[in-house]
């Protein structure tokens, strides 16, 4: 890992590592993984990237589910619109995620915009084909039970359908929320901060203890985002556990 | 007839201003698929009396599902009429009608999200009852079809065997007190042990809230248990309909008499007890084989059979005798002079 890189700071406007008086030997030989650094920097270096990114991620997989599940409704109703959002979705997905935020530089600039552009791009395709499988997947006795006993078409998609196709789009928006933390590192290539920065910084600097720790948090936040959903699913679809004694 | 002439009880929960049961009436129904020459249901006219269990059976294809599900519009009609209580079902909003009509399919369709309450409650809750109403109403009606009104509430679909959760699919069906059901063969899918006890809870059940109840079946046992009448199918035309000892003694061609089985003098003594007989005098004491009133004449006739005896004697609960039976009577009963032993 940039074994050539040279070990002092060169980058512009001021040394990235300050304190270099009263570094440790960890931080003068540059270590892989300093630990004491990374306790007392945590707080300035990494808190504030850190929520850049949970505001990143969220932000996109907010938008992109509202757009993907408002897609998927359509093309429950409608047949013909399936095959043209999955095209437009599934080309957006295509586009390298570096060129896409370069791409977006000349139209919307360095802004937290062009990042949002491309990251709730990258999440439709999941969102729109986990909803709509689920709706399609949802038993076809149950269905017709609920048009039996008289309900209209907007109760049983409120009522039976939706909440039938519930595990279904939970799995995509665990699949698009760990997808877009990684893939917001890379934002911070357009100047939009997020755990991408300090990682872009460190490649720049060499600064091992550094680019380890951002690398260490955004997978760490994945892992919790994860887990908060499944979480989140638990308690929104209690019969999923239900088991015959 | 009106079906508040009905003699029945009215269910427990029975609302005091809405009948407990309907008359339903098919009026030359018709329905043809587009593109079928043929249709699939021909002129269809028969009435079922309030409170009556009509068993609608047939070959695979002879309609008997098109017809039913005629009544709650999900087949629409090509012609014809079916009313409910006299009201033609066209008048109604559809989901209204369908709110008005219990419906139990094979597949049962319990909602598998919901708890017992939840899918017992659905239509209640559609029609604005209260939350402890329709508590009170999903109790009530799980005691009645035999599951733990206070555990198994709680409960989701997942929980159950198949035999539980096709009586929670009845109780949902019941839950609203409609006074009419649809029933697509809905025991078809349990084993037949379960089945045996679903078809005989479901007859106490309905001996206790008698609704009208159009039942779909392809099996003519099951048929002859359940049906007060029993209409026969074939090619959507309606081929015979009348009382399973009727259509057992009298079948109206050669496709029913094929249909009902070369044993159906044997199924006809499935039909008949002991108690529907004139007995002959009761000894003073049992002597040989015993049976009671309730006991069918097709066990009856197998009891004299294994004991090689020509004569049983019937007793009460208490073991007293009643009468006797003698093994030409049952014979007279099915032989070629039947109607003159007809009661």
Known sequence: ?245 | MNSSDSAHPTGPSASPDGPAAAVLAFHEATKIYPGRRTPAVSNLSLEVPAGEICVLIGPSGSGKTTAMQMVNRLITMTSGDVTIDERSITDLDETELRRGIGYVFQQIGLFPHMTTEDNIGTVPRLLGWSKERIRARAKELLELVGLDPDDDLRRYPAEFSGGQRQRIGVARAMAADQPLMLMDEPFGAVDPIARDRLQDDFLRLHHEVPKTVVFVTHDIDEAIKMGHRIAILRDGELVQYDTPDNILAEPANDFVADFVGADRGLKRLNVWRLGDLELGPAPDEPDGPTATAHTSLRDALSVMLVEGKDRLVVVDEDGRPTGTVALDSITRLIGPDEKAAAR
Request: aromatic share 10%; hydrophobic share 60%; net charge neutral.
């Open chain 1, 1 to 245: 890992m940039l074994a050539g890189a040279p070990a002092a700071p060169i980058a512009q406007g001021g040394p990235v590592i300050p304190h270099f008086e009263r570094a440790s030997d960890c931080i003068r030989e540059n270590g892989q993984f300093c630990f004491g650094w990374f306790v007392d920097n945590f707080d300035r270096v990494f808190v504030p990237r850190l929520v850049e990114h949970i505001w990143l991620t969220l932000l996109a997989v907010g938008i992109g589910f509202v757009i993907a599940f408002t897609a998927a409704l359509l093309a429950y109703t409608l047949d013909w619109f399936e095959t043209p959002f999955v095209i437009l979705a599934a080309f957006l997905y295509t586009i390298p995620s570096l060129a896409f935020f370069q791409l977006l530089v000349p139209i919307t600039g360095l802004t937290v915009t062009s990042a949002e552009i491309a990251l709730v791009s990258y999440t439709l395709l999941i969102l729109f084909r986990n909803t709509l499988t689920g709706l399609r997947e949802v038993p076809e006795d149950a269905q017709l039970a609920a048009r039996a006993m008289g309900l209209t078409k907007g109760q049983i998609l409120r009522r039976v359908e939706l909440p039938l196709a519930l595990p279904a789009i939970m799995a995509g928006i665990r699949i698009a929320t760990v997808t877009t933390i990684s893939l917001a590192t890379v934002a911070a290539f357009i100047g939009v901060g997020g755990l991408g920065q300090p990682i872009f910084n460190a490649i720049q600097s060499g600064f091992k203890t550094q680019f380890i720790a951002a690398g260490i948090l955004a997978v760490a936040l994945a892992l919790v985002a994860d887990a908060l959903l499944v979480a989140l699913q638990r308690l929104l679809a209690p019969w999923l556990r239900a088991r015959r004694a």
